[in-house]
């Protein structure tokens, strides 16, 4: 059996995650909490990143080899186009959010979070036994310094960034979208899983994995606020309720749909 070791509110578990639950594949998942994770993870990759997969004994890390790996053992619905271009500018899409938007979107949403720490470790310890959930809201105050360096957040610059990477994204799928609906070709690929998972944590669709436990704290709600308006979260909303289904569960919905 596959297993998932995952954060449950990250963009890149969230493509995972999504892929996973497209392709029908049969899975357990594991929710690690920020900080903890790294000694687990790292035993398994080398690395401390998550999303993990471990399959056959072996562990994979990195959401597009993740799903590299999937669209060959599971094929079907692929999310790669057939035409040799749009597969190109599929794969390009995926990478620019993973290697540029994401990390860049991510310092502003972790300092929102990080302003409120209790609100942090309740998104992210969302679902984990009470005295576990206890224990981590009295650590994330402390390891907040950590969080910000690790994730490279130096600053208000670094903050404003963010919010100049999200414009641009949500800019980006409001144009390449109208036509279509869809960022490449005429059908739901690769590039709309990953734009969609990466602006989820600003949208939150809600009846989706990606909406948090409310109420979000004053931070965070700001910061959804300033963007929900914008024609490119209808696109987010849409692409959701078209292609991600209604699955709220964390902890392994692929079970019941296998
Ligand atoms: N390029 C990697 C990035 C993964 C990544 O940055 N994951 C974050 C969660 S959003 C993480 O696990 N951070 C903890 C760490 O680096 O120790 C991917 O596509 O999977």
New binding site residues.
Partial sequence: MLELLQ?RH????EKVRWALDLKRVPHQRRSLL?GPH?SVVKRLTGR????VLMHDGGAL????QIIEWLEVQYPSPALLPTDAAQREEALRIQRWF?DDITPRM?RTVLDALLQQPSMFARIFADGAPTLKRWAYACVVPLAAPLVRKGNGITGPESVQDGHRAAAEAFDFVFQRGAATGYLCSDAFSIADLTAASTLAVLVRPQNSPMACPQPVGRGFRALMERYAKHPGADWVRTIYARHRGSRSDFDGPSLALA
């Avoid at 990250?10 to 578990?13: A, K, Q, T």
């Avoid at 401390?48 to 999303?51: A, F, L």
């Fill in positions: 954060f990250s963009p890149y578990n920020p790294m401390t990143t998550t999303p890390d990195g959401s597009a993973d991510r």
